[in-house]
């Protein structure tokens, strides 16, 4: 499938377990995730143990490939976020598995997600070299999400994500509205409103503005449709008849 | 915390492997699940490997109930979903775990998700036992998602869906508007825009009406919302001064 060709690289920094890397593979299939790259993995590579978890996704393994250091495996990714589990100080964003999907599908350019060993995470060293930060949500005090299940995650709303936008192009061709046109859209309707004076006490107005425009923000609506509600309170205002 | 209380239950169908139920129960104390059942587990129980594999959820596997029959675990529940690789013919409706997230969430009552072996997934006698199905989306054309990480994926989703309803109260008391507040609207702004002919050409009307609802009612909007926008409407068409 063509969105193959967008999907992230995974990078595997200093992974200890074959089977982790392995039940990685094993995700990234699932999810059409196919660029796995590892640096320095503890026990060597090729791991056997790795090809024993990966069931149908062992293409991933044949193809991984190997660096010695994080900037090796960067060396030609143009956006990289990194997982960790806490947050960091650090002048990065952080995004949610949700959020960071979106970003990367928009990226259209070489992306990739970085994991960290599974006892440590990622080093300061390390996120320093990425873009931003990637958590997920967990409700525990003590959450321990292990590699294989952050990658899980993270596959999987890449995938969503995909699928989404397939969807979303299928059903909307229209190009999504600019601040530009939703903001002339609520200058229009504000006027209007100004003239009818709609507003009647002024100390309010700002609140009762404010969750109106909430309303068609959250709506997230493209060019065409904020043409059709300029018409549709046009007519309204102006009571235009045939 | 109190959303914990009306987690759905997870209930493991004829598991095979210790290991399995140990990654699950880990998945299910990240994300805030605490009610583990086991129907007729392949190798006994207890297991000692899913204790290896708990990690910080051990008391999630403590505190197991073991059940000889689907019916037996499902015994106290309301409203239960069945998780399934492939699609079936059945007369279930079917839902991603996305939406299946926001179903349970709004439920109420006690809820939950049922998983299958590991080899095999649920039985259709299984599944007709519950009130719908859940599939997770994947790229793969042959995807092969274990145990854990399905476990994974709906409790993720469950935790996000969590996150997100209580973020919505807090920033928004007001209760969802309902079908009839929203098609009241709906009607009054029709009646107006009818009455300035704005759909002059009549054969064109059904479509741009549905592109019109459409804005609105992806916005998800509350009660005081749809009065706002009823007064909005109202003003414009009446171009009430003073």
Same mark, same amino acid.
């Given at each position: 499938m063509a969105l193959k060709n967008s999907a992230p690289s995974v990078i595997l920094v200093r992974p200890q377990l074959g089977e982790n890397i392995g039940a990685v593979a094993r995700?990234?299939?699932?999810?059409?995730?196919?660029?796995?790259?590892?640096?320095?993995? &503890?026990?060597?590579?090729p791991?056997?143990?790795?090809?024993?978890?990966?069931?149908?996704?062992?293409?991933?393994?044949? &193809?991984?490939?190997l660096f010695a250091t994080v900037a090796g495996a960067l060396c030609d990714i143009h956006f990289a976020l990194a997982?960790?589990?806490?947050?960091?100080?650090?002048e990065k964003p952080v995004f949610s598995a949700r959020e960071a999907a979106a970003k990367l599908q928009r990226q259209g350019k070489r992306t990739a997600v970085l994991f960290g060993p599974e006892r440590t995470g990622l080093t300061n060293e390390d996120a320093i070299l990425c873009d931003g930060l990637?958590?997920?949500?967990?409700?525990a005090e003590?959450?321990?999400?292990?590699?294989?299940?952050?990658?899980?995650?993270?596959?999987?709303?890449w995938c969503m994500a995909s699928q989404a936008k397939?969807?979303?192009?299928?059903?909307?061709?229209?190009?999504?509205?600019? &601040?530009?046109?939703?903001?002339g859209f609520f200058a229009q309707m504000e006027e209007y409103l100004d003239a009818v004076n709609h507003f009647r006490t002024p100390g309010k107005k700002p609140l009762m503005w404010q969750n109106?425009?909430?309303?068609?923000?959250?709506?997230?609506?493209?060019?065409?449709?904020? &043409?059709?509600l300029r018409g549709v309170v046009r007519a309204l205002y102006l009571r235009r008849k045939g």
């Open positions: 995700a990234m299939h699932n999810f059409g995730l196919t660029d796995l790259r590892l640096v320095a993995p &503890k026990n060597g590579w791991n056997g143990r790795a090809w024993d978890m990966a069931t149908n996704a062992t293409g991933i393994l044949d &193809k991984a490939t997982t960790t589990a806490r947050p960091r100080d650090m990637i958590t997920i949500p967990t409700e003590n959450p321990s999400l292990n590699l294989a299940q952050a990658a899980v995650i993270v596959g999987y709303e397939a969807v979303r192009r299928a059903e909307n061709p229209c190009p999504a509205a600019s &601040k530009a046109e939703i903001e109106l425009r909430n309303i068609f923000t959250r709506s997230a609506m493209n060019t065409q449709e904020v &043409k059709t």
